[in-house]
């Protein structure tokens, strides 16, 4: 990808319409609080159910924390969308699965949304990202997001879950809304964590 271009973040869930559409909007909104222009967030499903709207209570979930839930439609993953993504951002390890039987060249720059903001925890509390330079330019912080994943695949060891399914985010399609609840209980606080990081490597 040309060096000028936004990084590119794809988050990547089954259907594309309860868990990674939450996860792509509310990473969006923050991203863009953090660095106008720097990121490209997008989301899709390993079985999509193509061209629906998102679930209206993982809607209101997106709504409640300051994003935007229209102008949606759910859409399969295919190699082509992978080629195009620097980071993906899966909501279980089946997923993550899916996307290196598509592309395994993607080994480095895959991860689950909740292994991942562990990661980025113990990055920040090993070499804090913040130098105190003032705020970096678009460019620099897509070229510092796109040296991230390989410097977190290096501390996967210390960012090991505590319990076996700790990885992953809850499926809460056709269930009821204690699902929702649970999905955003274990999704929300991930995604906090990334966009922590990210302000802080801002400058902000």
């Known amino acids: 990808m040309h060096p000028s271009s936004p990084f590119r973040i794809l988050t990547v869930c089954t259907g594309n319409i309860c868990r990674s559409p939450v996860a792509e909007r509310l990473l969006q909104t923050g991203l863009n609080q953090a660095q106008p222009g720097a990121f490209e967030v997008r989301s899709a499903g390993t079985r999509a ?7 209206r209570h993982s809607a209101e979930i997106i709504q409640r924390f ?3 839930a229209d102008n949606f439609a759910a859409r399969q993953l295919t190699p082509g969308i992978l080629q195009e993504t620097d980071l993906v951002l899966t909501m279980a390890t089946e997923h993550r699965g899916e996307v ?10 895959t991860f689950t949304v909740r ?7 113990v990055l920040g509390s090993n ?12 460019a620099g912080i897509a070229a510092f997001w796109r040296e991230l994943p390989a410097k ?4 996967r060891y210390l960012s090991l879950p505590s319990v076996a399914g700790q990885d992953d985010v809850v499926d809460p399609y056709r269930r009821g809304p204690d699902a929702y609840r649970q999905m955003e209980d274990e999704l929300a606080p991930a995604l906090l964590a990334i966009l922590r990081f990210a302000r802080i490597s801002a400058g902000g």
């Open 152 to 155: 977190a695949a290096e501390v």
């Open 115 to 121: 292994e991942f903001a562990r990661m980025l925890e």
């Open 66 to 68: 300051g994003g935007y």
């Open 49 to 55: 159910m193509v061209g629906r709207p998102i679930q």
């Open 127 to 138: 070499d804090p990202v913040s130098s105190g330079a003032g705020p970096m330019s678009n």
């Open 100 to 109: 290196l039987r598509q592309d395994a060249s993607l080994l480095k720059r």
